[in-house]
């Protein structure tokens, strides 16, 4: 039920953020670009989501190029909202006391998520991919790396050789498993 | 029709567009540059691996920046064992970032031997 409230959560945000914007602009009010800041407040004040580079960019933007930066913003919520609903259903097949570590690799950096799952698998942690299509990967309630999770259901796992084994990019050497 | 100030906004976001997608295809490209140069060195075959992973890397640190998605996954790729399968995984990444065929016959060659 929690779920169900929480989907679509940043479109319905970002509309009215929008709306309430808009209309401030409408009425001559120079408040409006104070609603999106005030609505990242409201955010993490309720989710403890806090803006990324990407929301900050297309703020930055949207002040400058109005239309172009809202039509960018409910795009980007759309994927934001579908990445979420896809990561709480990997969550709920996943074991109770790990679902709180599970994490998308798409919010991880700016490249692809494959990409992402690489370079995360690199650094230490289990990596997989979810057969709805999700890359994610698991982290311990504390941020530490976990080297040898077991995923319910993947299609593919990237994970660390163990025993660790530096590479020379700098990160760990790792192998992928298909199931 | 478009009237000269709807082409004021759309001709530029247009061009930005098309700048933003070259961008994307010149790093993958840049990186198989690379691995061209090394394939094409006489003292090649006489390098170490170290030495090898040291001429690409110089020249990606140098070139591509620190959010290059071609220089992330040529690190997180260098990293990848059994090391003849990082080229296939590689091309199939890069594809998927790039959303077309792409490939690299030097960097098939010599991945394995970073």
């Not at chain 1, 994970?159 to 992928?176: E, M």
């Not at chain 2, 992973?53 to 071609?70: G, M, P, Q, R, Y």
Request: glycine letters at 6%.
């Amino acid at each position: 039920m929690a779920s169900t409230t929480n989907t679509h959560s940043s479109v319905k945000k970002n509309i009215s953020s929008t709306l309430v914007s808009m209309s401030m602009d409408k009425s001559g009010s120079k408040l409006g670009p104070l609603v999106t800041p005030a609505v990242w407040i409201y955010d993490y004040s309720k989710n403890k989501k806090t803006p990324d580079i990407g929301d900050i960019s297309i703020y930055a933007g949207g002040l400058f190029s109005g239309p172009a930066g809202i039509v960018t913003g409910l795009f980007k919520s759309v994927v934001e909202d579908d990445i979420e609903t896809k990561l709480n259903h990997v969550k709920s097949v996943e074991p109770k006391q790990y679902r709180d570590g599970i994490k998308s690799c798409h919010s991880y950096g700016n490249s692809s998520p494959s990409i992402n799952a690489m370079a995360i698998a690199g650094l230490g942690t289990t990596v997989w991919q979810h057969p709805i299509g999700i890359w994610v990967y698991v982290t311990d309630s504390q941020g530490g790396l976990i080297v040898d999770y077991k995923p319910v259901n993947p299609v593919v796992v990237y994970r660390p050789k163990i025993p660790l084994v530096k590479s020379r990019a700098g990160g760990y050497v790792w192998s992928s498993h298909k199931k | 029709m478009m009237n000269i100030k709807q082409l004021s906004i759309f001709v530029p976001l247009f061009i930005v567009s098309l700048v933003s997608c070259d961008n994307t295809t010149n790093d993958f490209d840049l990186l198989c540059g690379y691995f061209d140069e090394l394939e094409k060195l006489n003292s090649q075959q006489e390098m170490t691996a170290d030495n090898k992973f040291n001429f690409i890397n110089d020249l990606v640190s140098k070139n591509l920046t620190e959010d290059s998605a071609a220089r992330i996954s040529f690190n997180a790729i260098v990293g990848y064992a059994p090391a003849n399968g990082r080229y296939a995984l590689y091309k199939t990444t890069t594809e998927e970032e790039l959303n077309k065929s792409w490939q690299c016959d030097s960097m098939k060659v010599l991945l394995q031997d970073l």
